[in-house]
């Protein structure tokens, strides 16, 4: 991970535009020079993006070609618009202004919102699973704490694609996507807490958006004003906007083209929140002077990692994998990957805390460490044995750095120490800046040595231990430093939700790495229903799952653990496989058979002004089709059982009526009507083709993830002429 403590971020400041550009690579000096007309950055993964832009912004500041006030530059996450302003700071173009697309809108909206709409702006919740709770209680319909977050997350998707709750249903059918629950009752919920807001005089983060480019449409004297002070825009992370942010950066722009843009298609995950790729892959047909610079030059990974990176994009399909980078490592060789299989999830966990445990005490810092997987839930088993091993573990995406409790208490002994240090006696015997640091913090906790075990105990000397090691970097970087001077440094970090690195093995789901990179990283669980995940059915989404682990491979700098289990628990069947993903890159396997996509070689396009690109065609759907007499299928019900209504049915009948009592339990234990639980036509579909495993059952139309989660097991076990308690009893 990109840690907070290195020396190397606190540098001297450039002093002139040209050594702004010393140490660039010639495809990055070719971004940080490109100042006017559209310019697209495809820049691969470890290629030094952040770098190239960061240093176009700097170098256009620094030579007076573009204004620090006039320059916006949006990114996707406060930690990473935190990382910007940081570097643009210590480059010399301090008061460009570094936002997410979430932040800038805000800002603009409340400032605007007496001119635009009058009164008092409605208060912004941050969260909204209480009040989706409420709408769900309006419309009657019981909701669990999983079915919860699944409605949002519908209702977020819906916003952010502009989709609004009458047209929900079509919305959803034409593009694939797998309601959690019934279309219509998604619809009916998303009406509901648009009702809910209102009469609470409240508004959610997509409002912000939609209410900015309301504005922005109806009010042209307020967007010529965001125009004539914002005239250069930078977009990171390109490949990830949402149909919502491109309108509002259209808007942004008007009719002006001073915009750079930086993405890879292949990182393209997040999908199922509404980012697309196609404003990254359409943009030479939309701007068709652009000039289009590639970045391919991984200054990240070894090339043992990148080799297996490139090896699991090519054989890759789809319009992202036509437009793939082809990386080539800039570092010397280093060790191979490792791939381990395991015969249960606890002794793949076991195993790599023992390979973690061992790292460790050869020498190499716990947080350059991370265990990566697939899903959250995957999570436990690892932090046990990671506690079992005494080896120090943080999650990412849990709670953040500076909202911590002991993080908190301790800035404010420092900011206490630093206005009155003179009154305090901890400090009497102490000069240099890191002494007086480790002072002030032995009062809240602090030791020496660290705790034993693991634990909340170990958790808050960790925070504790990471501030002191900042303020030793700190002051190695700036001798003459106060211990104001830091508390000023902490203050901006906060603001930017810049943590320091805690010294600890990072446990996250391949979503949340995104960005970051370690030294050594275990990807664990890379097993057929997990990656690719069983809910992911589509060409395009088995493909969004191969970039998931693509991303994975390339968080990798030096060491790289591959694993996987053959059953979920000790004694199970062994009857899962590696990722189909692994074939022919792993030792011992055979690659799938398929089109290998053309790499894409580094270098700079330069459009030709007044030419027009044809947008490439979309592949078409594949219809679905009666499996007994070929017809098409068109009714919802039909399609679920992949059979006409009048088609002979094979169902078994005794297991269907076995399904229905089971189903029946499960809805009076918890209180919901029985289709809640699985519909008849789902149970239909199951009692025809009796699956055998989890594979077979999440192929069934009406199964998702989370019902696979709750009901495969018993489901599974009925199939296998087992009861539920049968099941139960062997788990």
């Not at 309301?214 to 010529?224: G, K, P, S, T, Y």
């Not at 390339?554 to 996987?564: I, K, Y």
């Not at 229905?660 to 239909?684: H, I, K, N, Y």
Request: charged fraction near 25%; proline fraction near 5%; glycine fraction near 8%.
């Amino acid at each position: 991970m990109t840690a907070a403590t290195h020396s190397t971020l606190f540098p001297q400041v450039p002093d002139s535009a040209d050594a702004v550009l010393e140490g660039l690579d010639p495809e990055q000096r070719e971004v940080a020079t490109a100042l006017h007309g559209p310019v697209c950055v495809l820049a691969g993964a470890g290629t030094g993006k952040t770098r190239a832009i960061t240093h176009r912004i700097a170098y256009g500041v620094r030579a007076g070609i573009l204004h620090p006030s006039s320059v916006l530059a949006v990114t996707f996450t406060n930690r990473a618009a935190g990382e910007m302003r940081g570097r643009l700071r210590q480059l010399g173009a301090a008061g460009v202004q570094a936002r997410t697309f979430h932040s800038a809108a805000l800002r603009q909206l409340q400032y605007f919102w007496p001119k635009a709409i009058g009164g008092a702006m409605p208060r912004l919740v941050d969260r909204k699973i209480q009040l989706v709770a409420d709408a769900a209680a309006a419309c009657r319909i019981r909701l669990d704490r999983g079915e919860l977050r699944d409605v949002t997350a519908e209702i977020e998707w819906s916003k952010v694609t502009q989709t609004v709750p009458a047209d929900y249903a079509p919305a959803a059918a034409k593009t694939g996507r797998e309601s959690p629950r019934d279309p219509a009752e998604i619809a009916q919920l998303y009406a509901a807490y648009e009702d809910v807001k209102r009469e609470r005089s409240v508004i959610d983060f997509e409002d912000v958006l939609l209410l900015t480019v309301a504005v922005l449409q109806d009010r042209h004297d307020i967007a010529e004003q965001i125009r004539a002070q914002y005239q250069h825009f930078v977009v990171d992370e390109y490949q990830d906007v949402s149909p919502l942010q491109q309108r509002l950066l259209e808007l942004w722009l008007g009719e002006r083209d001073s915009l750079c843009v930086v993405g890879d298609a292949s990182q393209t995950i997040y999908s199922f929140t509404g980012a697309t790729p196609d404003h990254l892959l359409d943009f030479r047909t939309r701007h068709p002077g652009a000039t289009v610079v590639k970045l391919v030059r991984d200054y990240r990974s070894t090339p043992q990692v990148v080799h297996l990176a490139n090896g699991l994009l090519a054989q890759a399909r789809g319009r992202a994998a036509d437009h793939r980078l082809e990386l080539v490592s800039q570092r010397a060789a280093g060790p191979e990957p490792v791939y381990a299989e395991y015969t249960d999830e606890p002794a793949e966990a076991e195993g790599a805390a023992r390979r973690i445990r061992e790292l460790v005490d050869s020498g190499v810092p716990a947080s350059e460490i991370a265990v990566l997987f697939r899903t959250n839930a995957q999570s436990e088993t690892f932090e046990q044995a990671l506690a079992d091993a005494a080896v120090p573990y943080q999650l990412r995406g849990a709670e953040r750095f500076f909202d911590r409790p002991e993080v908190r208490k301790a800035g404010i002994a420092l900011r206490g120490a630093a206005r009155f240090g003179g009154n305090d006696s901890l400090l009497d015997d102490v000069v240099d800046l890191p002494s007086q640091v480790r002072a002030v913090l032995s009062g809240e906790g602090w030791t020496t040595r660290p705790p034993a075990g693991s634990g909340a105990v170990r958790e808050r000397w960790e925070s504790l231990a990471a501030l002191v090691n900042l303020a030793q970097d700190f002051a190695a970087a700036r001798p003459a430093a106060t211990l104001a001077d830091l508390v000023a440094e902490l203050d901006e970090r906060a603001n930017a939700q810049h943590a320091p690195t805690v010294q600890g093995v990072t446990l996250a789901s391949l979503h949340s790495a995104k960005g970051l990179e370690w030294d050594v990283v275990f990807l664990v669980g890379v097993a057929e229903g997990m990656m690719p995940i069983t809910y992911a059915k589509t060409d395009e989404q088995i493909e969004e799952e191969r970039r998931l682990l693509y991303v994975g491979v390339t968080r990798a700098r030096e060491h790289l653990h591959v694993s996987w289990a053959l059953s979920r628990s000790p004694g199970g069947r062994p009857n899962r496989r590696p990722s189909r993903f692994l074939d022919g890159l792993r030792p011992g396997s055979t690659a799938t058979a398929g089109r290998t996509a053309a790499g894409g070689a580094g270098g700079i396009e330069r459009g030709i002004p007044g030419t027009r690109g044809s947008a490439p065609k979309r592949a078409q759907r594949v219809p679905a089709r009666c499996r007994v007499c070929g017809r098409t299928l068109t009714d919802p019900g039909e399609m679920k059982l992949m059979r006409c209504d009048d088609c002979p049915s094979d169902m078994n009948e005794g297991l269907y009526e076995r399904l229905r009592e089971w189903r029946a339990d499960q809805a009076r234990s918890s209180g919901q009507p029985a289709f809640c639980v699985f519909t008849d036509r789902t149970l239909m579909a199951i009692a025809e083709s009796a699956p055998d495993d989890e594979r077979e059952l999440a192929r069934i139309p009406g199964v998702g993830m989370r019902k696979l989660t709750r009901y495969g097991t018993d489901v599974l076990a009925i199939c296998a002429g087992q009861s539920s308690a049968e099941s139960t009893d062997q788990d």
